[in-house]
């Protein structure tokens, strides 16, 4: 992740990615080419890294120039445009290959088809690096594409945001905000898994339970699994360094994530601590801690409910359940004034059927 300006941007199209494509199309060109001795034109700025790379690989004799091209101001929308530095030699009777860095809507292209008609070249080819065919509005023929993208906005590899980016050997896309990640809190029993279940599918979001992925461990005999077991067939809550790591390599294995419902963590402040400081360093923030509240005697019924079918050792014995109460009131609680004081703490009753609650649940979510 990179910032430039008041953006962030990630890793979207490595070097290689891009060489590749580069090569390809230099020997395309070439093929097709062999007998012209063409003039390529670069359109400046963006093109200034692409054009270089290209012309490093084009194997035959050519000659180059370049033009630039802006908007007129305040008519962006209308999408004219006017020519800014012409070329200074006559190309009457040439073959033409004018190399762009994008098009996306085509509005640049037509304007190059308007200028070139009016020159009596004797033919006119068009290449570009980067295509975004969704945005794509025009018939033209486009030649040569290096690489076709969606519609995303890039920098790098000539490319800017606001200046700046052009330096940048790769190309990046940017990092949209609008993640929902949210802290399902509450006592064990209190229904943060069930309803995780139905609001990640409902807001697209990727679920992560703490307990899950340690009973995952414990079933698959891991290092990690073993390390857990006897803390939570106590009742106890595992180390802190463990849990943290833990859920840092979850979360990391997710990069494509819309966001993500923490179910389970934090579960002390040291973890929201942690879970704070590791969501900054990659551009994201909790969105919402909600709590499900349930009277204890509710929840140990549940959980002693819960143990005869799941065969879970710390729901089947009511002093481990009282003992994950107790982790709760001394551990877990204090977190609600954390979260308040980050004005992200909501409360939702988490008494009534299923549905009731998620839309208890949602209805917390949609104002945020
Ligand atoms: P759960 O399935 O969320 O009720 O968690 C079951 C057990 O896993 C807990 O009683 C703890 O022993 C352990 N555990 C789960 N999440 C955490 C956490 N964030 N910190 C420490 N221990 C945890």
């Keep these: 992740m990179i910032k430039l300006h ?3 941007f990630k890793k979207f199209i490595t070097e290689a990615e891009i060489q590749e494509a580069v090569a390809r199309m230099a020997s395309e060109v070439a093929n097709d080419l062999k007998d012209e001795e063409p ?8 093109v200034f890294m692409f054009f270089s790379d290209f012309m490093k690989a084009y194997p035959f004799p050519c000659e180059m120039s370049f033009m630039k091209l802006s908007s007129y101001h305040g008519t962006t929308s209308t999408g004219e445009i006017k020519e800014l530095i012409g070329l200074s030699q006559n190309i009457e009777g040439r073959t033409v290959v004018v190399l762009e860095d994008i098009i996306d809507t085509g509005n640049t292209l037509e304007e190059l088809h308007n200028i070139f008609k009016a020159k009596k070249v004797k033919q006119f080819k068009i290449g570009t690096l980067f295509f975004k065919p969704e945005a794509y509005t025009k018939q033209y023929n486009i030649d040569y594409i290096g690489i076709e ?56 979001l990727v679920h992560i339970s703490t307990g899950d992925v340690f009973r995952y461990n414990i079933k698959n005999g891991t290092e990690l699994g073993l390390l857990a077991k006897s803390y939570m067939d106590q009742g106890d809550l595992v180390p802190d360094e463990v849990t943290i790591n833990m859920l840092q390599a979850e979360v990391e294995k997710n990069p494509e994530a819309q966001g993500f419902i923490f179910d389970g963590f934090p579960r002390t402040t040291a973890q929201s601590e942690a879970l704070d400081n590791f969501l900054t360093s990659k551009d994201m923030t909790i969105s919402a801690t ?13 959980l002693l409910e819960r143990g005869k079918e799941s065969g879970r050792v710390d729901d089947q014995d009511e002093s481990k359940i009282r003992n994950r109460f107790e982790e709760y009131n001394q551990k877990t609680a204090p977190l609600i004034d954390y979260y308040k004081a980050q004005n992200k703490f909501y409360s939702v009753n988490g008494i009534g059927t299923i549905e009731e609650i998620t839309v208890r649940l949602s209805d917390v979510i949609d104002q945020l």
């Design 6 to 8: 008041d953006k962030y």
């Design 290 to 302: 909600i709590a499900l509240e349930a009277d204890d005697e509710i929840l140990i019924q549940r």
């Design 39 to 46: 003039i390529f034109i670069g359109i400046l700025n963006g």
């Design 149 to 204: 993208i969606s519609n995303k906005f890039i920098v790098g590899y000539g490319l800017d945001y606001d200046e700046l980016g052009r330096n940048l050997p790769e190309v990046y896309q940017l990092h949209t905000h609008n993640m929902i990640n949210l802290i399902l809190f509450g006592k064990p029993g209190a229904g943060k898994g069930t309803q995780a279940n139905f609001l990640k599918e409902k807001y697209n």
